[in-house]
Structure formats: C-alpha cells, structure tokens
C-alpha cells in the first residue's frame, strides 16, 4: 500500500454497524418496501411465515440505511443486489450495491432482530439469538478448534459461548476470511469471550478490527469485523 493509499483510506468514514428489531427498522421514516427491488420482493414472498418476510424486508431495508448514511445519501437512492460466488445466481449470496462498487455491505437477520452493516473497507456482520431452541453445541465440533472448544464446554453457559464464537466465525466468512469447510482451522480462542452488557467490546485478530455486543432488547448476539474499526450507530426511528 502506498502513502497515498493509506492517507485516503485515513480520511474514509469508519464502517457503520445497526442492529434493531425488525419492527423499529419497518417504522423508520425512511423505510418501505418500495425500497427492495422486484427480485428481493420475489424473494420476500417466498417465506411461508409472515414473521420471516418481515425479517427479510427489514434486513434488506436496514443494509440500505446503513450505505445511505455512510455516504450520506437517501436509502433510496441505493439499490442492493446479491450473488453467489459459488453459483453465480442473483437470488442469494453476497451483497453488493452495483451503483458503489467502492461500498462494502453486509446484512444478516434471526427471529425478529436484524443487523447490517457498510463501509469503504470490507466489512462483515451476522447476528443471532441467544434464546433458541435445541442446543448450538451439536456443531460445536464440526466448527471449532480444540482450544476453543476447551472454552465453550468450561464456560458457565456453554450455548452462549458457542453463539459468541459462532457468530464472530460467521463475520469472517463474510468477509472472505472463512469457509464454512474451514472454520475448525480458524483459531479465535485468544479473545475474550464476556461481553460487557453496557456496551460492545471490542478486540483485534490478525489485521482485522471485531465487534461485539449483546443486543440487551432482543438478547441477541452480535459480531462485525472489518480491516478498519467498526463504529456502531442507531438508525431506527428515533436516531
């Protein structure tokens, strides 16, 4: 990287991340179905339970809050497209904004909560709740390094600890650092795995800057990760 490169990449905004429920998303001034495009909306109608088509909806529309703010902009300026690296279809896969190659996206969303995220550097984000049913640890072994599988199964909450690693390990596939046939190889044990309830904690593995925090609404888990430090803000209605 040349000087010039890095004092560019010192003057971009840092990465913004949003978590909100899917209800506050939906109510944002800004917000509306009007923004997906008829792809996404095909898509939409496609879940059988109505609860997931608004989680969908909101996932989609908060990503575009999270770009619109970045580059200061309307959200519905911003188109969001996906592709799938492996089979090259439009309808699942990484997103993407055709209009901003220059913009990184990430979106992820579970049972009524919803996380998103942009930035100029490559950026990832993946929320889950803790309160589910059937236990996350039936995988533990497929996903896990030894030494933090020695974490998971010492820890108060064994379950929680898992969500913790999980949802950091599933950040990085979104970024390119990860497969999901490789996940055993990544090696997260050095980082901390308590939470501060009142706010997110932030560490470094290899280059790469992660967040986390504990969504104290929703009791949901989330992680982003990017090359550059991730900068949490509120995009519902009230910010």
């Known amino acids: 990287m040349t000087t010039e490169d890095q004092d560019q990449r010192q003057d971009r905004p840092a990465p913004l991340v949003a978590v909100a429920s899917a209800d506050a998303v939906l109510r944002h001034p800004e917000a509306g179905e009007h923004l997906l495009t008829?792809?996404?909306?095909?898509?939409?109608?496609?879940f059988r339970k109505e609860s997931g088509r608004l989680d969908f909806t909101a996932g989609h529309i908060l990503v575009r809050l999270c770009a619109a703010r970045l580059l200061g902009v309307p959200a519905a300026a911003l188109t969001l497209a996906q592709q799938c690296p492996d089979?090259?279809?439009?309808?699942h896969g990484k997103?993407?904004?055709?209009?901003?190659?220059?913009?990184?996206?990430?979106?992820?969303?579970?049972?009524?909560?919803?996380a998103a995220a942009a930035g100029y550097e490559p950026v990832g984000v993946d929320v889950e709740l803790a309160a589910r049913g059937g236990t996350l640890q039936g995988?533990?072994?497929?996903?896990?390094?030894?030494?933090?599988?020695?974490?998971?199964?010492?820890?108060?909450?064994?379950?929680?600890?898992?969500?913790r690693l999980w949802v950091r390990k599933e950040s990085l596939i979104k970024i390119?650092?990860?497969?999901?046939?490789?996940?055993?190889?990544?090696?997260?044990?050095?980082?901390?795995?308590?939470?501060?309830?009142?706010?997110?904690l932030r560490s470094r593995y290899l280059d790469l800057h992660l967040l986390d925090w504990t969504d104290p609404e929703?009791?949901?888990?989330?992680?982003?990760?990017?090359t550059a430090e991730p900068q949490v803000v509120?995009?519902?209605?009230?910010?």
Do not use: I, Y
């Open 218 to 226: 929703h009791g949901a888990a989330v992680a982003a990760v990017s």
């Open 139 to 163: 995988v533990a072994e497929r996903v896990l390094t030894p030494a933090e599988l020695a974490l998971v199964v010492a820890a108060p909450e064994p379950d929680r600890a898992f969500l």
């Open 38 to 46: 008829d792809l996404e909306h095909q898509r939409a109608a496609r």
């Open 176 to 200: 390119g650092r990860a497969g999901m046939d490789s996940l055993a190889e990544v090696d997260l044990s050095a980082l901390p795995l308590d939470v501060p309830a009142d706010g997110p």
């Open 95 to 114: 997103p993407f904004l055709p209009d901003r190659p220059d913009v990184h996206v990430s979106l992820s969303h579970t049972q009524g909560v919803v």
């Open 87 to 91: 089979c090259g279809r439009a309808d």
């Open 234 to 239: 509120e995009l519902t209605a009230g910010g």
